[in-house]
């Protein structure tokens, strides 16, 4: 696995993704994906529930291409009202760094928040990491695997309680578990770049 991750970065340099057309970028990050992020076999889940496939976002996220081509595609999605990213630590942290900096390097200020999951323990006690936001300030949320939606719902409780105002989740990959139908139901936007059966559909293109 980790050696068919690394065998995808002659494939693609910097300039390359930074040029390239949002198709080709999307399919360019599928692959990346299905190269080693989505596996199938036999895993037991954080939940204790046995299951045939498994996706670590992170091996696309901190992925140096994967990070870059992440950053595109979730940029172009944030709308210009929007002034910061932010997610629930660990799984969004590289994401609202990576899409800070493609926005920077286009001239753009997106500032990135981290969520905390307990209030840290010392200093401020504070729940947010990141600069400090006008108050009413618009956020996009981000998540890289939304399976039942709670710990990006988590974030968006942590955000309005500071006073921001979340107007979308943006995830990188949708189960398709439950977490768009919980984020309907409290009126937030909900937009993934690759559900679970687009995922699981290319996985098996590339085996055959």
């Known amino acids: 696995m980790t050696d068919a991750m690394t065998d995808f970065s002659p494939?693609?340099?910097?300039?390359?993704?930074?040029?390239?057309?949002?198709?080709?970028?999307?399919?360019?990050?599928l692959d990346l994906i299905c190269q080693g992020a989505y596996q199938e076999g036999d895993f037991v889940l954080t939940s204790g529930q046995r299951s045939t496939y498994y996706i670590?976002?992170?091996?696309?996220?901190?992925?140096?291409?994967?990070?870059?081509?992440?950053?595109?595609?979730?940029?172009a999605q944030i709308g210009p009202e929007v002034l910061g990213v932010?997610?629930?630590?660990?799984?969004?942290?590289?994401m609202v760094s990576t899409v800070s900096l493609v926005a920077m390097s286009g001239g753009r200020q997106l500032f990135p928040l981290i969520i905390r999951k307990e209030a840290k323990g010392h200093g401020t006690k504070a729940y947010i990491e990141g600069v400090s936001l006008p108050p009413g300030s618009v956020i996009t949320v981000l998540e890289d695997v939304v399976t039942t939606g709670q710990s990006a719902l988590k974030?968006?409780?942590?955000?309005?309680?500071?006073?921001?105002?979340?107007?979308?989740?943006?995830?990188?990959?949708?189960?398709?578990?439950?977490?768009?139908?919980?984020y309907a139901e409290r009126g937030l936007a909900f937009t993934a770049l690759f559900s679970l059966p687009e995922i699981q559909a290319h996985w098996a293109d590339r085996q055959s």
């Not at 494939?11 to 990050?29: S, V």
């Not at 932010?86 to 590289?94: R, V």
């Open 11 to 29: 494939h693609y340099n910097g300039p390359d993704l930074a040029q390239m057309e949002a198709g080709t970028l999307r399919l360019a990050l």
């Open 56 to 75: 670590n976002g992170k091996l696309a996220t901190l992925h140096p291409q994967g990070a870059l081509m992440l950053g595109r595609l979730m940029l």
């Open 86 to 94: 932010a997610g629930l630590t660990l799984g969004a942290d590289p």
């Open 155 to 182: 974030a968006v409780d942590r955000l309005e309680a500071a006073g921001y105002q979340v107007d979308q989740i943006l995830a990188l990959v949708d189960r398709q578990q439950g977490g768009a139908e919980l």
